[in-house]
């Protein structure tokens, strides 16, 4: 539900910052044959992560280029309620990695103007170091058994995932350098699936989880810099 709350809130957000927009701006012109545009998705912040993307649009063209770099660090307070848990109280979880991104815009229409609607496929590859610290499950060795228990434990486990997306969105430059973009997609995510850290945490269970494995709608907000 808080998922779903958070894409809607975008989406209106999204909606009421383009009618202002209108209202006091026109449609930039591409200043070079290849311009470049540098955005950040703050949304992200809530996830532990900053994500900064470098796009290169194509002039006269129909579609742009994007390259993508997450970095996430720190110790993770919000969006994951451990309901699931045993005990919550004190744990201390941090996550630790990157994520690439690589993606093609498709404008709906051919112009020389930066401001278009767009299709978006594209991929983002991520690796992290997830380190649990608190309560939680863990394996131990006796006689050449594996068991599991459960008590204080602080461990590192590495995960990996692959997000595969198609977005539909709107791109909006006004004033030659500002930029405005959001999108709203559907993508299949596919993660290191690992007992410990399903059984000790719910990082699993939501689309923007660490280790969430299927289908899961995005939605976003980008703001940045027409830098050429």
């Given at each position: 539900?808080?998922?779903?709350?958070l894409?809607?809130?975008c989406f209106?957000i999204s909606?009421?910052?383009?009618a202002?927009l209108?209202?006091?701006?026109y449609?930039?012109i591409?200043?070079?044959n290849?311009p470049?545009s540098v955005?950040?998705q703050?949304i992200?912040?809530?996830n532990n992560?900053?994500k900064?993307d470098?796009?290169?649009q194509?002039k006269e063209?129909?579609?742009?280029?994007?390259?993508?770099?997450?970095v996430y660090?720190?110790?993770?307070?919000i969006?994951?309620?451990?309901e699931s848990n045993?005990?919550?109280?004190?744990?201390?979880d941090?996550?630790?990695g990157?994520?690439l991104?690589?993606?093609?815009?498709l404008?709906?229409?051919?112009?020389?103007?930066?401001t278009s609607f767009?299709?978006?496929p594209?991929?983002?590859l991520?690796n992290?170091k997830l380190?649990l610290?608190g309560?939680g499950?863990?394996?131990?060795?006796?006689?050449?058994v594996e068991?599991?228990?459960?008590?204080?434990?602080?461990?590192?486990y590495?995960?990996?995932?692959?997000l595969f997306?198609g977005?539909?969105?709107y791109?909006?430059v006004w004033?030659t350098?500002m930029?405005?973009?959001?999108y709203?997609?559907?993508?299949?995510?596919t993660?290191?699936?690992?007992?410990?850290?399903?059984f000790?945490?719910?990082?699993?269970e939501?689309a923007?989880?660490?280790?969430?494995?299927?289908?899961a709608?995005?939605?976003?907000?980008?703001?940045?810099?027409q830098?050429?």
């Amino acid at each position: 539900m808080k998922r779903f709350t958070l894409f809607i809130l975008c989406f209106f957000i999204s909606i009421h910052l383009f009618a202002q927009l209108r209202k006091v701006s026109y449609d930039e012109i591409a200043k070079s044959n290849y311009p470049i545009s540098v955005s950040f998705q703050p949304i992200f912040l809530l996830n532990n992560a900053l994500k900064v993307d470098l796009e290169m649009q194509q002039k006269e063209k129909t579609g742009a280029f994007i390259g993508g770099l997450e970095v996430y660090t720190g110790k993770i307070t919000i969006l994951y309620p451990q309901e699931s848990n045993l005990d919550e109280t004190n744990n201390e979880d941090r996550i630790n990695g990157i994520g690439l991104n690589l993606a093609y815009k498709l404008k709906f229409q051919k112009s020389e103007k930066l401001t278009s609607f767009y299709f978006s496929p594209g991929v983002t590859l991520r690796n992290f170091k997830l380190t649990l610290k608190g309560e939680g499950f863990y394996t131990f060795e006796q006689d050449g058994v594996e068991y599991y228990t459960y008590g204080p434990v602080e461990k590192d486990y590495p995960i990996n995932s692959a997000l595969f997306y198609g977005n539909l969105g709107y791109h909006k430059v006004w004033k030659t350098t500002m930029l405005l973009d959001a999108y709203l997609g559907f993508g299949y995510k596919t993660s290191t699936k690992n007992n410990e850290v399903e059984f000790s945490r719910n990082y699993n269970e939501y689309a923007y989880g660490f280790n969430f494995n299927g289908y899961a709608v995005q939605a976003g907000l980008k703001f940045g810099f027409q830098i050429k």
